[in-house]
């Protein structure tokens, strides 16, 4: 088992930076999920943890070790690609035996650890099968046993549930959390699939454009975004943002929305650090998270479209910029044209400087 | 007269009773003029030359090839090609040339792949390079490398050059060395095609698999037996099954090099057919030898056919 610590770590492809100055510390044991959009560097900083690339610039350290230039076959890396990279040629057991033979492994100490990882993801009684007709979650399987067979230090995944249908997708992920824990391996996790990141991940990273954004727990995460970004990746539908500027009004410090009126008062931590300065800012609160109000103040807004997805209701309001989407739990009984009062709930409301796009934190 | 009958076969509603037979039926009749075809240009000469390989009929016999049966010598041919020592030699030199050309190629043409795989410097440039042999046409090819070889040619020129003494060698008027000079064209002109089968086979190969290999521990050489060769085992058995059949057939080059010559050194078994065919004009022995390469080549082919079938079914 080991901790990983990326140390400004830079990849440029030449002239483009794919990755810029990354700092992350992994813990020991932990299931760390890389998020973000394609194109964000997630890929990227997996294949340098497993020694495919090269940092351009920076450390990558296993424990205290430093990996530079320790070449791929020799980290104590187990990696399963996208697809699985099985050997389509061989059979599940020639897949399973296959690290231990290349390295000369007595034949009797291969029959004995790849019994004991068969038996462990249930892959005994495919043994023998040959590997290019199998259903996705054994070659996932496999794929997972052909490197846990190594006994990794490091488990590194890369998108391993994009090529699987929704309703599989979940079957999937509980069996992923389930192998985690019975491995107990360090195991970093790159997805672009939100919710993969929040129901499997002890911590999410979150990255967009070569720049890490926020880590932190999953629902650390979607309660407290740092940014405008994380703001609006995580969530689905994302956090609402409406611009707007402070201003002071009876019950407190509000933000004036312009043509939406003003909103309810701040949070008093939000509002004790906003409080005097007036620049452009987003109001922004989750959409799960406002209530119809009941005495007709709030931000009132004419519904433009409702989505009804079963057991929940997405009503979007509003248009252009100053448009927000609501959650309700059942069917909201909202038709379009109709005007809606919303209320976002007080203690959920964040507050984004629009300059910098960094959250208003409240202080202590 | 096939297509006429097609309406009055679609315009009926399918009957309820035998609509498979009646689709059958169908296919049949769609496929009947390919089918005559085939029958003309493979069948047909086939049969025509099992007819008149029993016969000692030639085209200066004054008989029609159809009367052949005039000359019916039972299996008097085919009990000649037994003893005839000078068959058997061209079939030897076949066999010779087939096994040091091939594998050579083979094995030159794997090399060039693994190294054209990967990104060099000039690659495109070297690639064309490498191509052209194979667009050469053989008869130019032929004469190109029997120039060459004269004694007063750029061989022994540079073998000169290199020795510091004159080099004179009568390349195509030893025996052993006139055998060399072909297997050195052959291998010239068609190791390009084989580079280029393999070269399709190798970025065939997964990239993905190898880096699990190479995750998985294993170096250059285990990474190339395990994952690279068994999934480019079709191909190969592909590669080698064409020039296995071409090279059976070699002919146009090694004709305008040596003549077959010196004596019967060089002379393969299409040397050998040409010259029966052309100038000794027993048509009747000439089919014999035919079908004799025919059943040899169908069982190469046969078996080829049927290691790729295995091979397929085992990589996919």
């Keep these: 088992m080991s901790a990983i610590h990326l140390q400004n770590l830079v990849k440029r492809f030449g002239p483009f930076t794919a990755l810029r100055t990354m700092d992350l510390h992994i813990a020991d044991g932990e299931f760390m999920a890389l998020l973000g959009p394609s194109g964000c560097g997630k890929s990227t900083t997996m294949n340098m943890i497993a020694g495919m690339e090269e940092p351009s610039e920076g450390q990558i350290l296993f424990g205290d070790r430093d990996m530079a230039g320790v070449p791929m076959g020799r980290r104590g890396v187990g990696f399963v690609f996208q697809n699985y990279a099985i050997f389509t040629h061989m059979t599940v057991r020639g897949n399973l035996s296959y690290g231990l033979r290349m390295r000369g492994a007595p034949k009797s100490e291969i029959d004995r650890r790849v019994g004991a990882v068969a038996e462990l993801l249930q892959l005994t009684p495919l043994l023998h099968r040959k590997a290019n007709r199998l259903s996705v979650n054994i070659l996932q399987r496999v794929a997972i046993g052909r490197s846990a067979i190594m006994e990794p230090a490091i488990f590194l995944l890369d998108e391993p549930l994009s090529n699987v249908d929704a309703a599989f997708r979940a079957v999937m992920r509980t069996e992923l959390k389930h192998l985690q824990r019975e491995f107990k391996q360090t195991m970093v996790y790159v997805t672009h699939d939100q919710l993969e990141a929040m129901t499997m991940a002890d911590r999410i990273a979150v990255m967009d454009h070569g720049v890490l954004q926020q880590v932190g727990a999953p629902l650390d995460v979607y309660n407290n975004p740092a940014n405008l970004f994380v703001a609006r990746f995580i969530g689905a539908p994302g956090m609402n943002l409406l611009p707007g500027r402070p201003a002071e009004s009876d019950g407190g410090l509000v933000i004036d929305l312009g043509p939406l009126g003003i909103s309810p008062p701040l949070p008093e931590g939000i509002a004790a650090v906003l409080r005097g300065s007036n620049g452009e800012v987003f109001y922004g609160f989750r959409p799960e998270q406002v209530t119809r109000s009941v005495d007709g103040r709030g931000l009132a807004m004419p519904v433009s479209f409702v989505e009804r997805i079963g057991a929940r209701t997405i009503v979007h309001l509003g248009e252009g910029e100053r448009s927000v989407k609501a959650v309700f739990e059942n069917d909201a009984g909202a038709v379009v044209g109709e005007t809606l009062v919303l209320v976002p709930d007080a203690a959920s409301v964040r507050v984004f400087d629009a300059g910098s796009g960094r959250a208003v934190m409240a202080e202590g | ?316």
């Design chain 2, 1 to 316: 007269m096939t297509m006429a009958t097609l309406p009055s076969t679609l315009a009926p509603a399918v009957p309820a009773d035998k609509p498979e037979n009646e689709s059958a039926r169908l296919g049949f009749r769609l496929t009947l003029p390919a089918q005559i075809l085939v029958l003309f240009i493979a069948v047909f000469p086939l049969l025509m030359q099992l007819y008149i390989s029993l016969s000692d009929w030639a085209p200066l016999s004054g008989v029609e090839w159809w009367n052949a049966w005039e000359l019916w010598n039972s299996f008097a041919n085919y009990s000649d090609l037994a003893a005839d020592t000078r068959f058997w030699s061209a079939l030897w030199c076949t066999a010779l040339v087939m096994v040091i050309c091939v594998p050579a190629e083979f094995l030159l043409g794997l090399a060039l792949a693994t190294l054209f795989a990967d990104d060099f410097p000039g690659k495109r440039v070297f690639y064309s390079i490498l191509l052209m042999p194979m667009m050469v046409v053989p008869a130019v090819a032929g004469y190109m490398f029997f120039m060459l070889f004269q004694s007063g040619g750029p061989v022994n020129d540079i073998l000169s050059a290199l020795t510091g003494r004159t080099v004179a060698i009568a390349w195509l008027s030893d025996p052993t060395l006139a055998f060399i000079a072909v297997v050195i064209a052959d291998i010239w002109q068609w190791t390009p095609l084989m580079f280029l089968i393999l070269l399709a086979g190798l970025v065939g190969v997964p990239d993905d698999q190898i880096k699990a290999a190479t995750l998985l521990g294993a170096n250059a050489w285990q990474r190339f037996t395990t994952i690279v060769l068994p999934k480019m085992k079709t191909i190969i058995i592909i590669a080698l099954a064409i020039r296995v059949i071409e090279n059976f057939k070699i002919f146009d080059t090694l004709f305008i090099m040596t003549g077959g010559g010196p004596g019967v050194a060089t002379e393969t078994i299409s040397v050998y057919v040409y010259k029966v065919t052309t100038q000794d004009l027993i048509w009747g022995y000439v089919a014999a030898i035919a079908l004799a390469i025919l059943v040899v080549l169908s069982v190469v082919a046969v078996f080829a056919m049927k290691r790729m079938a295995k091979a397929r079914e085992l990589a996919a």
